[in-house]
């Protein structure tokens, strides 16, 4: 099956720094990736959609300025926490899709912001 | 928004009994649905998916059907095994500006008893 891998699968980090998270497809170009934040059992929650080559769309709720994303190849996308702070602190995942709708996810970043 | 303060239902079963995960979408033009499991501290992990032209469809084990005039989706489980443990999650996607939004339901945890 289509891989995606995701880097890295656990960050700490001090508050005010950045943070950037690697999303690869890695046997597929993925024109369109996803990325979701999640919260201790709950639901994905849907940050954004990459786009290859364009600018990434925002879900309402979700600052473009605090969470860059870049899409710079059909391979990878990453996603960079501005200046995080300990409300940060999260699960991130990204998924990739491939040949239509079917996603295939990465295994996750856990974000701790101390 | 988050769904904040919102605890993921639970189903337990024993081993060996079939289990039903059950799932209400929201957008009646969503034409794809997905179910994911999701292990702790993972991605989540494609099971099987439906196309809105469909009402069932089976996998090795599970089986998706699909009811578009109320909006329903389940999962069906057979011959429930411990490692079937997981939050179940499923997913609607529909198109939205010439692209398909994928967006998750609440998510379901399902504990099997040896």
């Known amino acids: 099956g289509a891989v995606v891998s995701q880097h890295p699968s656990w960050v700490i980090c001090k508050s005010g720094t950045s943070v950037k998270i690697e999303c690869r497809s890695l046997d597929f170009q993925a024109t369109t990736m996803f990325w979701y934040r999640q919260f201790p059992k709950q639901s994905l929650m849907l940050m954004a959609t990459?786009?290859?080559?364009?600018?990434?769309?925002?879900e309402q709720g979700v600052e473009k300025d605090k969470f860059l994303i870049n899409h710079a190849s059909l391979t990878l996308s990453t996603l960079t926490v501005t200046s995080a702070h300990p409300e940060d602190s999260s699960f991130y995942i990204c998924s990739a899709r491939k040949a239509g709708e079917k996603l295939f996810f990465g295994s996750g970043t856990q974000l701790s912001v101390l | 928004g988050e769904s904040v303060g919102l605890h993921l239902p639970t189903l337990s079963v024993q081993e060996g009994d079939n289990s039903i995960i059950n799932c209400a979408y929201s957008?009646?033009?969503?034409?794809?649905f997905i179910w994911y499991k999701q292990e702790s501290g993972k991605g989540p992990q494609f099971i099987i998916d439906?196309?809105?032209?469909?009402d069932k469809r089976q996998g090795q084990r599970v089986t998706v059907l699909l009811n578009k005039t109320v909006k329903h989706l389940s999962l069906q489980i057979a011959a429930t095994q411990p490692g079937d443990s997981a939050v179940y999650f499923c997913a609607e996607t529909y198109p939205s500006g010439g692209s398909y939004i994928p967006t998750f339901g609440r998510g379901t945890s399902l504990i099997v008893h040896p």
């Open positions: 990459s786009n290859e080559g364009s600018k990434a769309t925002y």
């Open positions: 439906i196309r809105s032209n469909m």
């Open positions: 957008n009646s033009a969503s034409d794809y």
